[in-house]
C-alpha cells in the first residue's frame, strides 16, 4: 500500500502519481495533491504530455521523410519538406 507524502492518504497504485519537487526530490502523492502543487489537474497534466509526446512523433516523422526527400529527389524537395516540418509543429503547438 502507497502512501500519499502530502496529506497522508492511503493509494492504491494505479491512483499514486510520483511528482518530482523543485529540489529534485521525488514524492509518491494522490491526484488531488497533484493538483494542489502543480496547479494543473493530473488529467490535464497527462493530455498535455500526450499531445507533447504526439507532436514530437510528428516532426520525428515529417523530418524523417525530409531527409529523404532530400536524398531522393533532391534540396528543393528537402526544403519543402522543412517548410512542412515547420508547419506541422506550428500547428501541433497551436492545438495545446
Ligand atoms: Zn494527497
Redesign the pocket.
Known sequence: MLI?S????ELSEQEALVHKTEQGEKKI??P??FEKATGVDYKTFAFRKENAKQTLLAVVLCLAGTVYAFVERGPLWGLLGIVLTVLVYLFSSKLK
Open positions: 500519499c502530502m496529506c497522508g492518504r502523492i494522490c488531488a495533491c
